[in-house]
């Protein structure tokens, strides 16, 4: 297997720009909430600066007029200052709210896309926690940042502009001493946003890998219990969670020290323009109520550069987020459709306007009556123009490698013909599993070729390849939900009649009947209501049902119990008839009919032959089969022995 690489990749340590587009033209995708949501943080920010104002109005009309000032006036400008201010908060927290959730859930449905797009050998070498955490929290928290981010740097900007403004236009003077506290405050910023940032990402890092532990722990709790391995997994967990900890405690230490610096400028500011306004006050250079604005505007005036730099810092945190998410966005599969065969699959398309929902397939082997309620009718022409029909697969020179390890097929040749059954035996790790991958173009080859037809199977259509393929594993998985609706995932189009005719072929039938609801049987989380053979029938029915073309069994008669074996044998004539197909096994009675059986070791093929050839050879096939057929002799007399002992 391919060595695993580190979970987390190598992040700039400054706020970019760039990233920071590209999320946010996803938002513009929403223009009937984002306007309202720029108009409303403008309107806000005015109502904000349009109070001191007001006030400042106010106080000297009282200190000119006094009892005769115009109230009613002062009264109708609070009054509509504040239903301009509450309808624009109304507006944009619905906007916020609506492009958040929205974002959220685009993000999340393009990144589940790109996870189905992506070759196995991404998976091989990503934990399962590590893709979670970008498919929940990561997802939201970007969406959380651009809509109410946004609403407050909109806010922010358009206030203090008002406010410098507002400064300026009263008392130049004056207001340069209030707004001469930016520079420092600046600085300031630059100093801590590094910082923040890097440790926003250290937090990130480790609740992937908390995520991924918790994970790993739950799938694997029955074997933690039965090697009492409870206390030591405890110990691996403090271990990450004591990182995640002091990673966080930092972030938090740095948040403290911070936003009391940006408040302390704030009140400094108000201090000077209290004093200097003071005595210009005092001397009749500026009214009582600039006076009082002015104070009014410099407590206020940190107020949007408090939201401003809790913004900055939460982009800083969220930046680790959308560099992981984008990450994966931008992620390119490796294995996927060249530029030519793209350009083939839009011209059939245009040729044949209905072709994307049926072409690609050809008729079907049939071997059996009740198949024929199975099997769609379906177009001979694939949907990259070529015959849709495989007659032959090749492995020409073949030779693979994971992206690190040892080299695990050198110049590898077979040949395969449809109808043929590929029987794979050998040591573990002898390449049998690679095989099988490679001409399912889970991974494509180093070096040679794979051929179907005579062509490289990179010159034709990934998904048909892989829309013919039936693969049944030794631990098969279901999903949770009915046996019927199980078995449909092989074909989502089929009518229950050809979803009960596909279990029948493979004696999955008989059990599935005598269950409470039949075939409207909740199998539970993972099939956990069923036993280890029943899953495995209900596997078979299900890769029977979608008709591939190639059929590959690895290990999937290894769990389950002689009975259980019986019945998947007498199913697979049917299974295999008409087919390529290719299958694994340690058991060596499932294998005993196929047309050719290989022998496997260190990627080459040391013996070919049908079963009964290689017997005759005595090599290392025969040594196989004696031994496992001795062992199995043993085991039968036993359990008599014992039966009889009880009798």
Request: net charge neutral; with cysteine; proline share 4%.
């Given at each position: 297997?391919?060595?695993?690489v580190?979970?987390?990749?190598?992040?700039?340590?400054k706020l970019?720009?760039?990233?920071?587009?590209?999320?946010?033209?996803?938002?513009?995708?929403?223009?009937?909430?984002?306007?309202p949501?720029?108009?409303?943080?403008?309107f806000?920010?005015?109502?904000d600066?349009?109070?001191a104002?007001?006030?400042?109005?106010?106080?000297?009309?009282?200190v000119?007029?006094?009892?005769?000032?115009?109230?009613?006036?002062?009264?109708a400008?609070?009054?509509?200052?504040?239903?301009?201010?509450?309808?624009?908060?109304?507006?944009?927290?619905?906007?916020?709210?609506?492009?958040?959730?929205?974002?959220?859930?685009?993000?999340?449905r393009?990144?589940?896309d790109?996870?189905?797009?992506?070759?196995?050998?991404?998976?091989?070498?990503?934990?399962?926690?590590?893709?979670?955490?970008?498919?929940t929290?990561?997802c939201?928290?970007?969406?959380?940042?651009?809509?109410?981010?946004?609403?407050d740097?909109?806010?922010?900007?358009?206030?203090?502009?008002?406010?410098?403004?507002?400064?300026?236009?009263?008392?130049?003077?004056?207001?340069?001493?209030?707004?001469g506290?930016?520079?420092?405050?600046?600085?300031?910023?630059?100093?801590?946003q590094?910082?923040?940032?890097?440790?926003?990402?250290?937090?990130?890092k480790?609740?992937?890998?908390?995520?991924?532990?918790?994970?790993?722990s739950?799938?694997?709790?029955?074997?933690?219990?039965?090697?009492?391995?409870?206390?030591?997994?405890?110990?691996?967990?403090?271990?990450?969670?004591?990182?995640?900890?002091?990673?966080s405690?930092?972030?938090?230490?740095q948040?403290a020290?911070?936003?009391?610096?940006?408040?302390?400028?704030?009140?400094?500011?108000?201090?000077?323009?209290l004093?200097?306004?003071?005595?210009?006050?005092?001397?009749?250079?500026?009214?009582?109520?600039?006076?009082?604005?002015?104070?009014?505007?410099?407590g206020?005036?940190?107020?949007?550069?408090?939201?401003?730099?809790?913004?900055?810092?939460?982009?800083?945190?969220?930046?680790?987020?959308?560099?992981?998410?984008?990450?994966?966005l931008?992620?390119?599969?490796?294995?996927?459709?060249?530029?030519?065969?793209?350009?083939?699959?839009?011209?059939?398309g245009?040729?044949i306007?209905?072709?994307?929902?049926t072409?690609?397939?050809?008729?079907?082997?049939?071997?059996?009556?009740?198949?024929?309620?199975?099997?769609?009718?379906?177009?001979?022409?694939?949907?990259?123009?070529?015959p849709?029909?495989?007659?032959?697969?090749?492995?020409?020179?073949?030779?693979?490698?994971?992206?690190?390890?040892?080299?695990?097929?050198?110049?590898?040749?077979?040949?395969?013909?449809?109808?043929?059954?590929?029987?794979?035996?050998?040591p573990s790790?002898?390449?049998?599993?690679?095989?099988?991958?490679?001409?399912?173009?889970?991974?494509?080859?180093?070096?040679?070729?794979?051929l179907i037809?005579?062509?490289?199977?990179?010159?034709?259509?990934?998904?048909?390849?892989?829309?013919?393929?039936?693969?049944?594993?030794?631990?098969?998985?279901?999903?949770?939900g009915?046996?019927?609706?199980?078995?449909?995932?092989?074909?989502?189009?089929?009518?229950?009649?050809?979803?009960?005719?596909?279990?029948?072929?493979?004696?999955?039938?008989?059990?599935i009947?005598?269950?409470?609801?039949?075939?409207?049987s909740?199998?539970?989380e993972?099939?956990?209501?069923?036993?280890?053979?029943?899953?495995?029938?209900?596997?078979?029915?299900?890769?029977?049902l979608?008709?591939?073309?190639?059929?590959?069994?690895?290990?999937?008669?290894?769990?389950?119990?002689?009975?259980?074996?019986?019945?998947i044998?007498?199913?697979?004539?049917?299974?295999?008839?008409?087919r390529?197909?290719?299958?694994?096994?340690?058991?060596?009675?499932?294998?005993?009919?196929?047309?050719?059986?290989l022998?496997?070791?260190?990627?080459?093929?040391?013996?070919?032959?049908?079963?009964?050839e290689?017997?005759?050879r005595?090599?290392?096939?025969?040594?196989?089969y004696?031994?496992?057929?001795?062992?199995?002799?043993?085991?039968?007399?036993?359990?008599?022995?014992?039966?009889?002992?009880?009798?």
């Amino acid at each position: 297997m391919p060595a695993p690489v580190p979970q987390e990749d190598e992040f700039q340590s400054k706020l970019d720009s760039g990233l920071w587009w590209k999320i946010f033209r996803r938002a513009l995708a929403y223009p009937r909430y984002l306007w309202p949501l720029f108009v409303a943080a403008i309107f806000i920010a005015v109502c904000d600066a349009s109070f001191a104002q007001i006030t400042r109005w106010v106080i000297d009309g009282v200190v000119r007029e006094g009892a005769h000032a115009p109230f009613a006036r002062y009264i109708a400008a609070f009054g509509g200052a504040t239903l301009v201010f509450c309808i624009g908060v109304w507006v944009f927290i619905d906007a916020a709210g609506n492009l958040s959730n929205r974002l959220a859930h685009d993000v999340r449905r393009d990144c589940f896309d790109k996870l189905q797009e992506l070759e196995f050998g991404f998976f091989d070498t990503r934990p399962i926690g590590w893709l979670i955490t970008r498919l929940t929290s990561d997802c939201n928290r970007l969406a959380h940042i651009i809509s109410w981010g946004f609403l407050d740097i909109v806010w922010g900007l358009s206030y203090l502009l008002m406010i410098a403004a507002s400064l300026l236009y009263m008392n130049w003077r004056l207001g340069l001493i209030i707004i001469g506290i930016v520079p420092p405050l600046a600085v300031i910023s630059k100093y801590f946003q590094r910082r923040m940032i890097l440790s926003s990402r250290e937090i990130r890092k480790y609740n992937s890998q908390v995520t991924a532990s918790y994970n790993e722990s739950i799938q694997g709790v029955r074997t933690t219990k039965t090697l009492v391995r409870e206390r030591e997994n405890l110990a691996e967990f403090q271990q990450l969670s004591a990182r995640m900890f002091a990673a966080s405690v930092l972030n938090a230490r740095q948040n403290a020290l911070y936003f009391p610096i940006v408040t302390t400028l704030g009140s400094l500011a108000a201090g000077l323009a209290l004093w200097r306004g003071g005595y210009l006050a005092a001397t009749d250079a500026l009214s009582l109520g600039t006076l009082v604005a002015f104070i009014n505007f410099a407590g206020q005036f940190f107020n949007p550069i408090n939201q401003l730099a809790q913004r900055l810092t939460e982009m800083q945190g969220a930046q680790a987020a959308g560099e992981r998410v984008m990450g994966l966005l931008a992620t390119e599969p490796k294995i996927r459709d060249s530029a030519a065969v793209r350009q083939r699959i839009a011209d059939v398309g245009l040729r044949i306007p209905d072709s994307p929902a049926t072409a690609g397939q050809d008729p079907r082997p049939v071997s059996h009556p009740e198949l024929s309620a199975i099997r769609n009718p379906q177009s001979e022409i694939a949907p990259d123009g070529l015959p849709g029909r495989i007659d032959t697969i090749e492995f020409r020179n073949v030779t693979f490698k994971y992206e690190s390890g040892p080299v695990v097929l050198h110049d590898f040749n077979l040949t395969v013909r449809a109808g043929e059954t590929i029987a794979l035996v050998g040591p573990s790790g002898g390449g049998k599993s690679t095989i099988v991958s490679l001409v399912c173009r889970f991974y494509e080859p180093v070096g040679g070729q794979v051929l179907i037809n005579g062509t490289d199977y990179r010159e034709r259509s990934l998904a048909w390849l892989q829309s013919q393929l039936g693969i049944v594993l030794q631990t098969p998985h279901l999903f949770k939900g009915t046996v019927r609706e199980n078995i449909r995932y092989g074909r989502l189009t089929a009518t229950d009649a050809e979803v009960e005719a596909a279990a029948a072929l493979v004696n999955a039938d008989g059990f599935i009947r005598q269950m409470e609801q039949g075939y409207e049987s909740q199998v539970g989380e993972g099939g956990n209501r069923l036993s280890t053979g029943q899953r495995q029938l209900l596997s078979f029915a299900r890769a029977l049902l979608a008709q591939p073309q190639i059929f590959v069994m690895d290990e999937a008669t290894s769990s389950i119990d002689t009975e259980t074996e019986q019945l998947i044998q007498r199913g697979l004539e049917t299974v295999f008839s008409g087919r390529i197909s290719f299958v694994i096994a340690h058991r060596l009675s499932t294998i005993r009919r196929a047309d050719r059986i290989l022998v496997i070791t260190r990627g080459r093929i040391e013996e070919s032959g049908t079963h009964a050839e290689l017997l005759q050879r005595r090599g290392h096939y025969y040594e196989l089969y004696t031994s496992q057929f001795r062992r199995e002799r043993e085991e039968a007399v036993l359990e008599g022995a014992a039966t009889d002992s009880k009798a």
